[in-house]
């Protein structure tokens, strides 16, 4: 059973900072990939960062320069740091890995979820 869970999400004023942590537990082979997606009230959930296993990273244009993902391939962990942070990055963030199983069947899997809220 592979689990992702998340942290760090909370309230921030404008212009402040989070980081975001993802860990994933359980049995598979290797991750291919994983990323970060938000969904807003109303609106369709979208790719704000994602990156390989080879550290080939890409951004949403809305965040480049202020967001970084990073992973740790030891801990099976990825990161996002989120810096400069604006009213309309308030969203649920969802964590996700593409893995590949002991079957070499590949799956994805989505982390909870964690609410970031940026208000003054």
């Known amino acids: 059973q592979v689990q992702l869970v998340e942290s760090g999400g909370g309230l921030v004023q404008p212009g402040g900072s989070l980081r975001l942590s993802c860990a994933v537990s359980g049995s598979f082979f290797t991750i291919n990939a994983m990323g970060w997606y938000r969904q807003a009230p109303g609106k369709q959930r979208e790719l704000v960062a994602a990156i390989r296993s080879g550290g080939m990273t890409n951004y949403a244009d809305s965040v480049k320069g202020r967001f970084t993902i990073s992973r740790d391939n030891a801990k099976n962990t990825v990161y996002l740091q989120m810096n400069n942070l604006k009213p309309e990055d308030t969203a649920v963030y969802y964590c996700?890995?593409?893995?590949?199983?002991?079957?070499?069947?590949?799956?994805?899997?989505w982390g909870q979820g964690t609410q970031v809220t940026v208000s003054s």
């Open positions: 996700n890995a593409d893995l590949i199983d002991y079957s070499a069947t590949r799956d994805d899997y």
